[in-house]
């Protein structure tokens, strides 16, 4: 392949590495949003009650920390699916990364070949002039 053509070859493969970077940020986000709400939530469930001895307040804290932990239960499958989609986006990031890193060793290999050949010529017609 040409160097025109490896370089294109690279610059399709960046292109294709920041299209699942664009998949996986997004999910990233929300993994980490929803990972601070769970942890938001274990917090008020582990608040201790606020008046023990009420038995009014009891039952509203009890009922509370019932709807609290559904909420968290929720919760923690939406995360559960976020993580999911990662691990399946991952991997394309990874093929796309090592596609792109190959290119742009073939690109500079090819390069280093022109620039030895050009200057092997350089020195040939140097040599032939001298000669």
């Known amino acids: 392949m040409t160097p025109d053509e490896l370089r294109d070859l690279a ?4 292109l ?10 997004p999910e990233l986000s929300l993994r980490e ?3 601070r709400e769970v942890a938001s939530l274990r917090d008020r469930i582990a608040a201790p009650p606020t008046d023990p001895s ?3 307040l009891m039952l509203q804290d009890t009922a509370h920390k019932d709807f609290l932990e559904q909420k ?6 939406h995360l559960s699916r976020v993580e999911a989609r990662i691990a399946q986006i991952s991997p394309a990031l990874a093929t796309a990364s090592a596609r792109k890193d190959v290119a ?4 500079d290999d090819a390069e280093r070949e022109q620039r ?3 200057e092997d010529a350089r020195v040939a017609l140097s040599n032939q002039i001298t000669s």
């Open 33 to 35: 949003a929803i990972s």
């Open 72 to 77: 968290l239960k929720e919760r923690l499958v």
């Open 11 to 14: 610059k399709l493969a960046e």
């Open 16 to 25: 294709k590495k920041q299209i699942e970077l664009g998949r996986l940020q």
């Open 54 to 56: 009420d038995p009014v």
């Open 104 to 107: 742009d060793t073939l690109l």
């Open 116 to 118: 030895k050949a050009r």
